[in-house]
């Protein structure tokens, strides 16, 4: 061990010469003998210390133990008592100070030596782990201050997407408002073409083949626009539950023929309508999205002259319902994506679409609570299966 420059606080003369000469035998240096805490204080306020012998019962104002309170207080030094009592009352008095060790007079070299040794070895200690708690505290300071900064960022990010999709919402519903009325105008002109090539015209056959394609171009366009209405609703968090009474019968009927009348590939919906009460409670807009948009997908991508099997039924308060067809199926690998927006699969060819049917579909089943399930195979098919609980 390296020799310290020790301070000895001992108001026994002769117990202090003794420690002098026992620490000095050890090749420590002796900073002075204060005989009392106040001049222990005033030494330490003038020199530095390694360590202090500190007697515990010393005379006057400041006894041992409120002596090393203020050491303790004050400067970084450990503190060794002495003290010739070991009694419980004495001890507790020690522990309470937190003394880097305490020797028990009369003592001896041997002894005296393992005790610095110890105080010295736990001082070093203390002040390796204290340094550690700083040095982890200002990480933690650094880490907590980067943390704050960067969730500042996201929200900023958060709060600036916000505006961005609100901004594109309304865009999208302005935008589409805007072509509905030059929609209508235009079916409605295409409507009297097809009228008037019903009297004799040189360019009869003619005018109502273009008036066909503007009617179906203008229907296509207008379906999409209501397509992106609804998302627009939908990323707002407008589209609300609205149930109320609806005439089943009349209901499904009219989705049928509404699909088959849209219907380009002579393409026939097998109808089987069991079980059913003759009025239900539900959104009826709801419903109507769910089954116009798998009817209407599943004609479009069976065979030309081919059927699709539309089944509907009850079963305890939950309305079942599946649309099967024989078309194009759905490749295994593209089926998790198919009720992402704007998805088609790789294998639809030419045949048109926006890819948004299938994701009003999910959404409107979500609003009211059901669920959409399918099974498809490549160029077998594919068969949707709806569930839709109902209120009582």
């Given at each position: 061990?390296?020799?310290?420059?020790?301070?000895?606080?001992?108001?026994?003369?002769?117990?202090?010469?003794?420690?002098?000469?026992?620490?000095?035998?050890?090749?420590?240096?002796?900073?002075?003998?204060?005989?009392?805490?106040?001049?222990?204080?005033?030494?330490?306020e003038e020199n530095t210390a390694?360590?202090?012998?500190?007697?515990?019962?010393?005379?006057?104002?400041?006894?041992?133990?409120?002596?090393?309170?203020?050491?303790?207080?004050?400067?970084?030094?450990?503190?060794?008592?002495?003290?010739?009592?070991?009694?419980?009352?004495?001890?507790q008095k020690v522990v309470g100070t937190n003394?880097?060790?305490y020797v028990i007079k009369p003592f001896n070299i041997r002894e005296l030596n393992m005790v610095i040794e110890l105080a010295i070895f736990k001082d070093?200690?203390?002040?390796?782990?204290?340094?550690l708690n700083e040095l982890l505290e200002e990480k933690v300071k650094i880490r907590t201050a980067e943390l704050n900064e960067a969730n500042k960022e996201l929200q900023r990010s958060?709060?600036?997407?916000?505006e961005i999709n609100e901004l594109k919402s309304r865009i999208v519903l302005n935008v589409s408002h805007g072509f509905k009325t030059p929609l209508t105008s235009i079916l409605s002109s295409a409507q009297l073409l097809q009228k008037y090539a019903q009297k004799d015209h040189p360019f009869k056959a003619k005018m109502v083949k273009h008036a066909d394609k503007i009617e179906a171009s203008v229907r296509n366009l207008n379906n999409l626009l209501t397509n992106v209405l609804f998302f627009g609703k939908a990323?707002?968090?407008?589209?609300?539950?609205?149930?109320?009474?609806?005439?089943?019968?009349?209901?499904?009927?009219?989705?049928?023929?509404?699909?088959?009348?849209?219907?380009?590939?002579?393409?026939t919906i097998a109808a089987k309508i069991e079980k059913l009460p003759k009025t239900i409670y539900c959104d009826q807009d709801l419903l109507y999205q769910i089954f116009e948009n798998l009817l209407s997908n599943a004609a479009k991508y069976s065979k030309d002259n081919g059927e699709v099997k539309f089944n509907v039924w009850m079963d305890e308060n939950i309305l079942?319902?599946?649309?099967?067809d024989a078309g194009i199926g759905i490749p295994a690998k593209e089926q998790a994506q198919l009720f992402d927006r704007f998805f088609r699969a790789g294998n639809v060819g030419i045949i048109e679409g926006s890819g948004l049917g299938l994701s009003i579909v999910k959404k409107s089943v979500d609003v009211l609570k059901g669920e959409v399930t399918f099974e498809s195979e490549v160029k077998k098919g594919t068969t949707f299966f709806v569930r839709i609980p109902l209120e009582k």
């Open positions: 061990m390296n020799p310290l420059n020790i301070l000895i606080t001992e108001d026994d003369t002769v117990s202090a010469l003794l420690l002098k000469k026992a620490l000095e035998k050890n090749n420590h240096k002796i900073l002075a003998i204060a005989d009392s805490g106040e001049e222990a204080l005033e030494i330490l390694d360590m202090v012998m500190m007697d515990i019962n010393l005379a006057g104002e400041l006894d041992g133990i409120r002596t090393t309170e203020i050491i303790n207080e004050k400067y970084a030094i450990p503190v060794v008592y002495l003290t010739a009592s070991s009694d419980e009352e004495t001890l003394p880097s060790a070093r200690k203390e002040k390796e782990l204290q340094k958060l709060e600036k997407e916000r990323d707002e968090n407008k589209i609300a539950y609205k149930p109320g009474k609806l005439y089943t019968s009349a209901f499904f009927n009219e989705v049928i023929d509404v699909v088959q009348a849209g219907v380009e590939n002579k393409v079942h319902a599946s649309i099967k």
